[in-house]
């Protein structure tokens, strides 16, 4: 099952059977290849951390994890910024990541021109990306070419993606 990093925002994470708070945010690791964790809150209390070795399953209706949250680590990966075609020209940023329930493998980033653009559902993916981390450039990705989702959705069949 595949779903995103924004779908999992508000679901429940829950723990021998109790709830330890809501996703507000999943962190992918330096390179956005596999998902590095989740930030969750539980109210007005300090948000704490699941490493997605702690993930023992993403559902539709909640998180379940096999380890008491942790305190947020200091060296969470920068988030990931504006989006660049290998000849340099700025197509957009990243506004989302497609997620491999099951694995936890970023399959895919969503690509954005603009909060009007996504809005009128003008998105595009890059399936084969790399993320810039040089001092000056830390979290520009950089793809050779952009996919709609349909070509998104014809690749992952042909990699046999569930």
Do not use: F
Request: with cysteine; net charge positive; glycine share 8%.
């Amino acid at each position: 099952m595949l779903t995103t990093l924004n779908r999992l925002v508000g679901l429940p994470v829950i723990w021998q059977g109790k709830q330890m708070g809501l996703v507000e945010r999943g962190v992918p690791d330096t390179q956005a290849n596999h998902l590095s964790g989740l930030v969750i809150r539980r109210g007005m209390r300090a948000a704490k951390w699941v490493p997605s070795q702690a993930v023992t399953m993403i559902g539709q209706q909640c998180v379940m994890v096999r380890g008491k949250p942790k305190r947020i680590p200091r060296d969470l990966p920068e988030p990931m910024k504006r989006v660049y075609l290998v000849d340099g020209q700025c197509v957009g940023e990243v506004t989302d990541a497609v997620v491999g329930a099951d694995s936890l493998r970023v399959y895919a980033l969503e690509i954005s021109s603009g909060p009007l653009y996504r809005l009128m559902g003008q998105r595009m993916y890059a399936a084969d990306y790399r993320v810039r981390q040089e001092k000056l450039h830390t979290g520009e990705v950089v793809a050779p070419r952009l996919l709609s989702w349909a070509e998104m959705e014809r690749m992952l069949q042909e990699e046999d993606v569930p």
